[in-house]
């Protein structure tokens, strides 16, 4: 049987756990951790879906500014404000919302422990912790480091404001450097967007300024569309050098301004943008969810732990390849946690997993591209539905009349995706 997500949907909507008359005491427990991308989509999926589920949510922040349309920020095309947002509305809907510190799962007591020591017990636990940054991993690159140097990667360490303002006070004819990870990490197109959206902010204020990304991997997310993009919007202004150009950066020097590479080149910057290596945020590595690599085997019917019983992860804390680490996939991801939790509380069979995900990225005003695919649970494996994927059309795919509309539609369907994803996370309709 083929479910489409709103079939998925309805199904579940119609399916109550319990009979209402069950009482407040006797509703099943979802805790969900971390209130992102995957944590308030389960959250609202949960709340308009399973009536008969008490829901709580434990997120750290009061307000979350998403890491989707920073880049936009460092470009001066929106402003912080418009990207963060309030649990209030989600807490309304009646999810109970709880700001604190989770230190610990006990997975055996079935419960979270919260650094006041209180616990919420919980019978399925979806854990979206997301990232934490791999300090030391270049070397020189900590913390501390990170204030000089900026990562701009997770807005509650570090607001891609810090970043913003080293870049409106570069000198006219300055070098704003990059150093990109290799996979995985956080957004794969991310660091494209961010080189995109940093020489839309040049070409305006500072037009001689060079752009040096120095990346640790040869190829990288929608490679021939970005590039084509920047010899069309930004020509001479970018450089991209991969790893086989000696482009991993291995360590940086704070006090001289300078990133070291595999082979020992030193590259001075007047602006650096450090985006290190990542793994699952240490909540999910200290509950013995992750493997060796730092990020956290599930099941991919179910986004359950590979590891742990009666725990979900999702978003990307998840090893959930060939799906991207996004913020779409996450809210997906979510869906389907939910909905197998609720069906596994209640003894009925897993809903068949279908996930989403598009993956937008402006790359100047009125210029976007994407790239789209539907993924499936087959053998214990997610693999991409053949042919339901795609990415944009090259330019030289599109009729010279139909480009420009092309990358603005797209451009607008971004702006359609963000409002609509961030209006369902907190309950803003
Ligand atoms: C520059 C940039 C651009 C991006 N653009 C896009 C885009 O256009 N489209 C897209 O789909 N994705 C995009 N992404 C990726 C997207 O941001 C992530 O994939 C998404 O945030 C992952 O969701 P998550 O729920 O796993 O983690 P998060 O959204 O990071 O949420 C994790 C939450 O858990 C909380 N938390 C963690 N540990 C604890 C604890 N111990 N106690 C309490 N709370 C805790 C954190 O405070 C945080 O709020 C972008 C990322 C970057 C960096």
Same mark, same amino acid.
């Given at each position: 049987?083929?479910?489409?997500?709103?079939?998925?949907?309805?199904?579940?909507?119609?399916?109550?756990?319990?009979?209402?008359?069950?009482?407040?005491?006797?509703?099943?427990?979802?805790?969900?951790?971390?209130?992102?991308?995957?944590?308030?989509?389960?959250?609202?999926?949960?709340?308009?879906?399973?009536?008969?589920?008490?829901?709580?949510?434990?997120?750290?922040?009061?307000?979350?500014?998403?890491?989707?349309? %920073?880049?936009?920020?460092?470009?001066?095309?929106?402003? =912080?404000?418009?990207?963060?947002?309030?649990?209030?509305?989600?807490?309304?809907?009646?999810?109970?919302?709880?700001?604190?510190?989770?230190?610990?799962?006990?997975?055996?007591?079935?419960?979270?422990?919260?650094?006041?020591?209180?616990?919420?017990? &919980?019978?399925?636990?979806?854990?979206?912790?997301? $990232?934490?940054?791999?300090?030391?991993?270049?070397?020189? &690159?900590?913390?501390?480091?990170?204030?000089?140097? @900026?990562?701009?990667?997770?807005?509650?360490? +570090?607001? $891609?404001?810090?970043?913003?303002? +080293?870049?409106?006070?570069?000198?006219?004819?300055?070098?704003?450097?990059?150093? $990109? @990870?290799?996979?995985?990490?956080?957004?794969?197109? %991310? @660091?494209?967007?961010?080189?995109?959206?940093?020489?839309?902010?040049?070409?305006?204020?500072?037009?001689?300024?060079?752009?040096?990304?120095?990346?640790?991997?040869?190829? !990288?997310?929608?490679?021939?569309?970005?590039?084509?993009?920047?010899?069309?919007?930004?020509? /001479?202004? =970018?450089?991209?050098?991969?790893?086989?150009?000696?482009?991993?950066?291995?360590?940086?020097?704070?006090?001289?301004?300078?990133?070291?590479?595999?082979?020992?080149?030193?590259?001075?910057?007047?602006?650096?943008?450090?985006?290190?290596?990542?793994?699952?945020?240490?909540?999910?590595?200290?509950?013995?969810?992750?493997?060796?690599?730092?990020?956290?085997?599930?099941?991919?019917?179910?986004?359950?732990?590979?590891?742990?019983?009666?725990?979900?992860?999702?978003?990307?804390?998840?090893?959930?390849?060939?799906?991207?680490?996004?913020? !779409?996939?996450?809210?997906?991801?979510?869906?389907?946690?939910?909905?197998?939790?609720?069906?596994?509380?209640? /003894?009925?069979?897993?809903?068949?997993?279908? &996930?989403?995900?598009?993956?937008?990225?402006?790359?100047?005003?009125? &210029?976007?591209?994407?790239?789209? /695919?539907? !993924?499936?649970?087959?053998?214990?494996?997610? =693999?991409?539905?053949?042919?339901?994927?795609?990415?944009?059309?090259?330019?030289?795919?599109?009729?010279? /009349?139909?480009?420009?509309?092309?990358?603005?539609?797209?451009?607008?369907?971004?702006?359609?995706?963000?409002?609509?994803?961030?209006?369902?996370?907190?309950?803003?309709?």
């Amino acid at each position: 049987m083929t479910l489409s997500r709103r079939t998925l949907v309805g199904a579940a909507a119609a399916l109550p756990l319990l009979p209402r008359t069950a009482g407040a005491q006797a509703r099943p427990r979802i805790v969900i951790l971390g209130g992102g991308f995957g944590g308030a989509s389960a959250a609202r999926f949960a709340r308009d879906h399973f009536p008969d589920l008490d829901i709580t949510l434990i997120e750290r922040s009061r307000r979350f500014t998403t890491c989707p349309y %920073g880049n936009l920020v460092l470009a001066g095309r929106k402003r =912080i404000d418009d990207i963060t947002f309030g649990y209030e509305r989600l807490a309304a809907r009646g999810v109970r919302v709880v700001h604190a510190e989770a230190a610990a799962v006990d997975a055996e007591g079935r419960a979270v422990r919260l650094a006041d020591g209180s616990r919420i017990p &919980y019978d399925r636990l979806i854990m979206s912790p997301g $990232i934490d940054l791999r300090w030391g991993a270049i070397e020189g &690159y900590d913390q501390a480091a990170s204030a000089r140097m @900026p990562h701009g990667w997770i807005p509650s360490l +570090q607001p $891609i404001t810090v970043l913003a303002e +080293q870049l409106r006070a570069m000198r006219q004819g300055g070098v704003f450097v990059m150093a $990109i @990870p290799d996979n995985p990490f956080r957004c794969p197109p %991310g @660091p494209y967007e961010r080189i995109s959206m940093v020489a839309d902010y040049l070409k305006r204020h500072n037009p001689r300024a060079k752009i040096l990304a120095l990346d640790a991997k040869n190829g !990288f997310s929608k490679q021939p569309l970005f590039q084509d993009a920047w010899a069309e919007l930004y020509p /001479g202004m =970018i450089e991209w050098r991969g790893a086989s150009s000696d482009g991993r950066v291995t360590r940086v020097d704070v006090a001289n301004m300078t990133v070291e590479t595999e082979f020992g080149e030193k590259v001075r910057g007047d602006v650096i943008n450090v985006i290190p290596p990542q793994y699952a945020a240490a909540i999910a590595r200290n509950a013995g969810l992750a493997a060796d690599s730092g990020w956290c085997p599930i099941k991919p019917e179910s986004f359950e732990s590979a590891r742990v019983p009666n725990i979900h992860v999702i978003g990307d804390a998840s090893i959930a390849v060939p799906m991207p680490k996004s913020g !779409f996939a996450a809210s997906s991801h979510a869906k389907q946690a939910i909905a197998a939790a609720a069906a596994q509380l209640s /003894g009925r069979p897993v809903p068949e997993a279908v &996930y989403f995900n598009t993956c937008y990225s402006h790359v100047g005003e009125d &210029y976007g591209i994407s790239i789209v /695919g539907v !993924f499936r649970a087959q053998g214990g494996r997610l =693999i991409e539905v053949e042919g339901s994927g795609g990415i944009s059309p090259r330019n030289a795919a599109l009729p010279e /009349g139909r480009r420009a509309e092309h990358r603005r539609l797209e451009a607008l369907y971004a702006d359609g995706w963000y409002e609509s994803i961030t209006r369902e996370m907190f309950a803003l309709s």
